[in-house]
């Protein structure tokens, strides 16, 4: 809990003194445990944390329980995201140590249900660091669209520590740039 503090308590609370009902650090540390056992949007995140308050509890007060589901969506709309992000990235990398010769796979994916029902063409694409052995994602960064992967994989490398590992790229991502960038972090 200590890593997750240390790396999450940069980020700004871009409340008022007199909307900080619950603090920052319980919705965030509720959000991430949700979504990493699986929840799907701020209702199922709220469900999670009633569900789970005694375990949340082990880690952080949560004296005054879980907050709503508009109220977590409110906050984490407001934050930076690029500071989360980092935040994120550099925690992931503090508590998943990476083997020599883990494979790193680096790929562009479609998040499933992301676009509006009128609209398929809206749909979130992403570029993701996966680590095989450890089955953990690394980080990833939202493109434009699929033709844009190629710019979001230097700018997702330079965020990894990635030495000694063996990355994956499939061939859209096999840019001289991009081998050379890879071969100069040790990887």
Not at 135 to 152: H, R
Request: hydrophobic share 45%.
């Amino acid at each position: 809990m200590a890593d997750f503090l240390t790396h999450f308590s940069i980020i700004p609370d871009p409340r008022v003194d007199r909307n900080k009902k619950y603090p920052l650090m319980e919705i965030l540390f509720l959000c991430m445990a949700a979504g990493i056992s699986g929840a799907e949007g701020w209702e199922e995140i709220e469900d999670f944390g009633e569900h789970r308050l005694e375990w949340l509890r082990q880690f952080l007060p949560y004296r005054r329980g879980i907050p709503r589901h508009d109220t977590i969506a409110r906050v984490m709309s407001r934050l930076d995201t690029k500071v989360l992000q980092q935040c994120f990235i550099a925690w992931v990398q503090d508590v998943v140590v990476l083997s020599e010769r883990t494979v790193v796979a680096i790929d562009g994916k479609t998040v499933r249900r992301s676009f509006r029902d009128g609209d398929r063409k809206s749909a979130i694409h992403m570029v993701n660091a996966w680590a095989s052995e450890n089955q953990v994602s690394l980080g990833q960064l939202k493109v434009d669209g699929k033709t844009n992967e190629i710019k979001a994989i230097p700018e997702l490398l330079s965020l990894l520590a990635v030495k000694g590992c063996i990355i994956t790229i499939d061939a859209m991502g096999c840019q001289t740039a991009i081998a050379e960038q890879i071969i100069g972090k040790k990887a």
